[in-house]
């Protein structure tokens, strides 16, 4: 398995191609996907455009349909909900289709939508997706993180870092690192993998989203490792689902 890690959607070359891609947001897109499958949501249907997302939403029942969504870290005007993991309980999003929209999570998603195996990570289940990508193999996987509005963000490169290391750590002799973006990942793993909550803190989109409220739960619950089992993957192009 040969693992390529890249900052934001942009940053993948045209003719890159890999028969697996995981997709990171971990401030707060990817923790959010995976707290809300955990909680029961029936399918997250992600948007890059808020126009067809509410076109599509309107074809599901109102009491099965929930709008998760953010710009700037700040909820989308009409939607039940914004970007916060903390806010996907299960009374909110059990058994609920979740219409979903943020600055660059869902941009992510949408570059890799073509790629057979296409999964998300978060802090909270890293070691889930680790252990499917064992069982799984691919040969090539694309890691790629949201970064923001095209550029580098510290928080997704550590948590392509704590994938990388539990792959390395699990199957060394099988696992390749493919690029210096994907050791560079690791180096900043093992600088702050004591401290996870302070990585996010001292990150940009961490300072931008206490610039904006108190977001002390948000960042606990984005910093808590390996504490969820499931593993969301796309069923279809644009839906993820929890194994
Ligand atoms: C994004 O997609 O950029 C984020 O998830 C923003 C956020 O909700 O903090």
Request: aromatic residues 6%; charged residues 20%.
């Amino acid at each position: 398995m040969k693992l390529f890690y890249f900052h934001a959607a942009g940053d993948v070359p045209d003719n890159f191609s890999a028969d697996s891609a995981v997709v990171i947001d971990v401030l707060r897109a990817t923790t959010t996907i995976a707290w809300a499958l955990n909680n029961g949501a029936e399918a997250i249907q992600t948007f890059t455009e808020l126009e067809e997302l509410k076109n599509e939403s309107l074809k599901w029942p109102s009491d099965k349909r929930v709008l998760v969504g953010e710009r700037g870290g700040k909820k989308i005007d009409g939607f039940d909900i914004g970007n916060s993991p903390l806010g996907v309980t299960p009374d909110v999003v059990k058994g609920k289709r979740i219409f979903m929209s943020t600055t660059n999570g869902t941009r992510a998603l949408n570059r890799v939508r073509d790629v057979s195996n296409l999964l998300t990570l978060s802090l909270p289940n890293r070691s889930a997706i680790g252990k499917k990508l064992l069982v799984d193999l691919p040969s090539t996987v694309c890691i790629l993180g949201s970064g923001w509005e095209g550029s580098y963000s510290l928080e997704d490169s550590l948590a392509a870092g704590s994938l990388g290391a539990f792959l390395l750590a699990d199957h060394s002799g099988s696992i390749n690192v493919g690029n210096d973006e994907l050791n560079a990942a690791l180096a900043l793993w093992d600088l702050w993998k004591e401290n996870i909550e302070g990585c996010l803190r001292i990150a940009s989109h961490g300072q931008r989203l206490a610039g904006i409220a108190n977001h002390d739960d948000d960042f606990a619950c984005c910093a808590e490792l390996d504490m969820l089992s499931v593993v969301p993957f796309q069923s279809e192009p644009g839906v993820l689902r929890a194994y």
